[in-house]
Structures are given as structure tokens and as C-alpha cells.
């Protein structure tokens, strides 16, 4: 039987534990080397494919592979490149079939969200519309949760983690001072379509209370008064008030509250920041000192506070994919099956690419509570698994040892150059 | 023998090993029975006292003072209320004597910076002042690591941490995607007046080209033009460029960068934010896609990525400020002492209270380099020990497990109550 080799590569927002996705498959891949070559690894994505621009993993040691599973970010480097349709563009998927062809590759794994599912599923239509062979499996992976099918997507249980332990601890802090100084807190989390990450903020309450108090949520448009009436009462009731506030919080026009944003000085619209607007609205009308603060890519990138569980199920989807390759499946992608019953298991299942390309699941309307500012008991029963366990990487120094892998290119085998549109 | 009761109170800003010099405090006592009554805690520091609303911490259990070591932020309240001088405000300290001969109280532990050390150091005057015996040991505690005497603070240690492992974490994200999407990425830390916060981001950096790529102190007024050259530069070299600057960060004219800044819609002076207008220089300039992060309490409470050495030695703090008051010491501070030689080792000193007092470390112009955008070597080898190991709380459900205490008032003995001006 002759051996093929396979293509694997990163798309997207990276999140703390696609790499782990990548330690299970390059793992995986190299048990099976009776049946799969080397394993290259594309430099940012679908562009290094076009590009030609891959690396060669077979050169990085056992133990650098082993610790990917214990690092954030992309380790090969990812993009937000979509492939247009074959029809089309059917110069840039010719392309694809020179540099799979030169290359001995007729696996590709696809690593990403929705939009890199797409890009999957078409690099998966190749073998009917080009007649080239390949292979194609996507890997899911965003922080958004938003992927159909998938009871939960990679990277989303260590970004919710995160976020649970900050409000958490932050709201700790404010609750000390609040007697005398600041009263009200707003945390703003990622989740410009879907609430998933604020409302996982809400797992760190666990009585009346706790904070968070407030979730702001993208599905539920901003009502200034009946915000402000909650704040006020939680101030009244508990000395304070925290919030989570998400990133894709729109006003009761349907506009992102973040565009009716701040200018600077010279009058030019700043980007970003719901919270510091939030904070101006609380300053006004009720006259609370506030804080604020907003996680950024601290939140996606924080390893070293990672959901055991999202790491298992990160490098076990990188796994599946191996070996639905080697079973002969093809434009397929592993998922998260939830098992039934009142303990949480779970186990791998598939779904078709072609289905899973460019959905966005949104939170089901029961996850949110009347009021529109809490999560529902269902909400929590559905979250609270995805952040059990910790998995704490190695320090050194005092500081996470995270890998940076050789990244060794592997020789050019086109003579032409490709320009990505 | 005639045994006295305690008073122990937290005050000004509240930190995530605060907690461990209580426990630390209250523990120790409790080995001294025979010679201290009961530890009261004052809710929100002095105010508490003044106002007679005090706990009674002998109705605490075992278990939750040792919890009271992995718990952040102030499980008593503080504040941030200084005491005016005895010759101007002497009914304030009339009515302290009134509380701690009421409550039977000889011993007094204040908790806390440079400003609340004033308070304690007022406080140790009362003897000698008001003929009243009581014996007071302040506490070291400030994220800020500006108090004289001590090598360091407890509470700079864990945010030193925080802010070092989220920047090696974000720069690794920010690489990742640099190639095709975000070129620049800003975390802004605390520190108004000194740059340690800001430092201690510097150690994520252990090679070139390693996150973060600049500093921003309070220290270096900002030259925009040099500022804006090393950005191009980090870009043109590493792909990208990660930064950490202060808030308390100056422009050439010596103002708080963060005052020349945004105004919201209505016009009004937006408060906080050095990271949104550093973005915008480095977008109008050089046009490179950017993102921030503001990290603000999230820093200070995050006791969930401690500083082992930071925790001990906050207990210890705790401990011999109990130990001082046995021995008969008065108006003094425990210490950290930084043994000679190459390996890290700490001892307990004691520095006089009214030397400590309202006065602020700056970090020596040695610490940073001659072009104002790093640290030095010197400065690794001050700071590395301070952010060495881990000490992790315990979890459940995923999140840490922090204690609140019941926290049960004392029946108040006084019948005039007290306004705090």
C-alpha cells in the first residue's frame, strides 16, 4: 500500500487549545505511519496551502509535539482567508491540487470555525470537480461556541473557564471596597454574534449574590432603563454590582452599543469598548463610581487556566480526524456528542462539512432569564461541564514553558509563485 | 496574666494574598491564647473602627481562616479613609480609645500601603498621646511595590505574575495571526506613580523577539516619534508588537496620557484608558490593525495564578506582626529582607513605622534601559524571585473555591455613634 502524506493547518481566531486539536492529530498520524507519510503543517492556514508555504512536523521531537497540547495560540500561524466557490475561482483550487500533488498529500485536515468549515468543504469537492484524490476533514475549533451539530465547540470551555474565574475573583474585589469606593464593575468578554461567553460568565454565581449580577447579552437589546433599575438594586440589595457585558451588545435599534462609541480628541470614532460606555451610562444617571476592564485576547489565549475537559476534547477531535481519514470518510468533521443522563459523558460522533459550513447557533432563548440579565438553571446545566477540571502547563521560572516549535519549511517543489486575491 | 483582645483591619486597595496575612495573622494568634483574647476585624478598615462595626473572627472555623490563604481580595472590607493629624482631629482619637476600651482591645494591626501605614503609624501614638496602652504593628500590602524598607510588597508578586504569563500568553495569540490580521497588541497594567506593574511584563520576554516587545513606564515621559519607530521596527523584525504599558503612563509635558483622551458621544471626558489611545497613534501613524486589553482589578484579584513566594511571605507578614506584638515591639512594620547571594532566600526584618509612612519606591532608572522601553538585567534579577511558583486553591464545579466568611458583628458597647468626616 502506498503512503500519502497529509496536510494539516489552522484557521480562524486561534484559541488556547487548537494546538492541542494539533497534538492529537500529528500524535495520531504518527502511530499510523505504516499508513500516513510525514505530516506537514501549512504556515498561516489555506494561504500557506496556496502558497506553498508548509513545514515539515516530522522534524519536531516527540516531546515538543506532547507539550502543543499544553500551549495557546496557533503554532503554525493562522488566517481568516476564505476560498471563493470552484466555480469561480477555479484557478486557486487548480493550485491546491499542484501543491497537494507535489507534496504527496491526499489527507488535508481543516482546523476552524464556521467560515474555515467552509473553506473545508470545498477543498473536499475537489476530488469530484478536479479529479485529485484527497481527503478532507474538518477539525472544529472557535471560542464562539456558535458551530451546529457539535454539542460545544474546542476552545469555548477554556475562554467560559476564564471568564468564570475572573468575574468571580474581580467581583470579590469590588464587593471589599464597595462600602466606600467603586460600586460598579463591568467585565467585557468576546462574542460579537452570540452570548456564549458572557453567559458562562454566569457560572460563577452560585447563590444570591454572587456576581456576576448583570449579563449583557448580544441576543437581547439594551434597555437603559431597566439596566439602570437593576443596577440600582443590586447596589441597594448587595453594595455593589458586577457585570459581564458582552462585546456584541446591541441598543434597542439593533445597533452594536460599541458603535455609538467613544471619539478621541481629534474627534475620530474610537473602536471597541462596550464597557467603558456601560460605565459612562451607570456614571450619569446614578452617579456610581465605577471600573472596568476588558479581556481581550488575555481571554482566548489563557492556557495556563484551561478546562481540562476542552483540552480532552480538543486533542481528541484532532485524534478523530486521523482516523476518520484512515477509515475512509471523507468531508466530514468530528463532533461533541453529549450522552444522555444526569452525569456529563461524552463521546465522538461526525457530522457532514457541507451542513456544518457558515451556520452560527445562537443561544437558545430558554438559556437567558425573563429579565434578559441571567442564565437559566438549563444554561447552566449545559455550560457548567465544559469547565470542569484543570490542566495546569509546566513553569519554568515562574512562568508557563510553552512550546515554540522548529517550524522548519520544507523545500519549494513549483516553479510559479501564487498571489492570494 | 490579663489578656487583651486584638484588632486587625485591611485598608486601601485590596490584593490577592491580603487574605494570607490574615490568615496568617488570626492563625498565629490563635497559637498565643494564653496571651491574646479574641482578633476582632474591623469591617472596612479604620472606618470600622471608628463607627465601632467589628467581627468577631474567634467565631470563624479552622478550616476557613487556613481558606482565608487562597482567597483573594479583603474578606473584612477596606477602605481608603486616612486619619488627620492628633493635633487637628483629636475627637477621631479619642473615640479609637473609646472603641478599643470598650472591646478590651491592646493590640492593633493595620494592613495595608504607604498611605495606611500614616494610619497605623497615628495610631501607635495614641499611648504616648492619649495615655491609652495599645501596641501597634502595621502590615505590608500593595500591588504597587512602592513601600520603602520591605524588598518588595505581598500583593506585587501575584500581579507580577498575572501581568507577565497573560502577556506571554496574548503575544503568542498576537504572532499567530500577525501575518494576515492584528500587527499590535496593547495590555494596560496598574500603577499610577511607579512602573513595577509594568516591569514585571518585562519577564515574559526570555529571548529575543519575545513578548512584550515594549514597556511603557510611568517613569519614561512618552517620545511618540521614538515610541512609534520601535513599533514599525518590532513589526518589520518579528512580524508584531506587543506591549505593556502603565496606566499611569506621561506625555513629554509630564500630563497622565490618559487625561489627553477620549470623550464620549455626549462630549464628555471618557476617565481611563492608556491602551485605546496608544492604538489609535499607532493606527493613525502606521496603520496597523491593533487590539488592547485592560486588565484592571482582574489583575489584582487573580488569585487563581498566585505567586507561591508571594503567598508566603504574605503569610508571614501576618505571622510576625503578632509575634512583633508578643515580643513588646510597637509602631513598627515587619519586613522582607532579601538575603545576600545568588540564590533567592528572604528573611523577616522590621522598619519603624514613621519612617514608612506616605513615602513611594520608584523603580531606579537602572531597572530600565537606557532607551526607556525595557527592563535590565538588574531588573530580571530583582524581579524573577518574586514570581516563582504556584499555589493553586482548590476547585469545585470548575471554579476555585474561595471562603467567605460569616463575618458576625460584635454587640456594639457604645452608645454614641460616630460620624467618619
Known sequence: MEKWNALYAQSGG???????????????????SDQIGNV????????????????????????????????????????????GSIEKHRKQYERLVEVFSAHHIRYFFYNGGGDSQDTAHKVSQISKELGYPITCIGIPKTVDNDLPFTDNSPGFGSVAKYVAVSIREAGMDVASMAETSTKVFIMEVMGRHAGWIAAAGGLAAEKDGDSPHIIL??????????????????????GHCSIVASEGLKNAEGQFVSDQGL????????????????????????GYKYHWALADYLQRAARHIASKTDVEQAYAMGKAAVEFALAG???????IVREKGNTYR???????????ANVEVKMPRDYITDDGF????????????????????TYKNGLPQYVKLKNTAVAKKLDATFEVA
Request: proline letters at 5%; one cysteine or more; charged letters at 20%.
Open 346 to 356: 461524552w463521546s465522538v460522533g461526525e457530522a457532514p462539512l457541507e451542513k456544518v
Open 40 to 83: 506537514f503543517a501549512a504556515r498561516n492556514g489555506i494561504i500557506g496551502v496556496l502558497t506553498e508555504d508548509l513545514i515539515d512536523t516530522s522534524l519536531e521531537s516527540e516531546a515538543d509535539i506532547a507539550a502543543l497540547r499544553y500551549t495557546p495560540a496557533g503554532a503554525f500561524g493562522s488566517c481568516r482567508h476564505k476560498l
Open 329 to 335: 470518510k471523507n468531508a466530514v468533521m468530528p463532533i
Open 217 to 238: 447579552f448580544p441576543e437581547i437589546p439594551l434597555k437603559v432603563d431597566a439596566f439602570l433599575a437593576r443596577v440600582k438594586a443590586c447596589v441597594l440589595n448587595y
Open 14 to 32: 486561534v484559541t488556547a487549545v487548537i494546538n492541542a486539536s494539533a497534538s492529537g492529530l500529528i500524535e495520531t498520524a504518527r502511530k499510523h
Open 263 to 286: 471619539v478621541d480628541a481629534f474627534g475620530h470614532k474610537q473602536l471597541g469598548g462596550v464597557a467603558p460606555i456601560i460605565a459612562k451610562i451607570v456614571k450619569e444617571s446614578l
Open 374 to 393: 441571567g442564565i437559566t438553571d438549563a444554561c447552566r446545566a449545559y455550560l457548567s461541564p465544559l469547565i470542569q477540571g484543570e490542566d495546569y502547563p
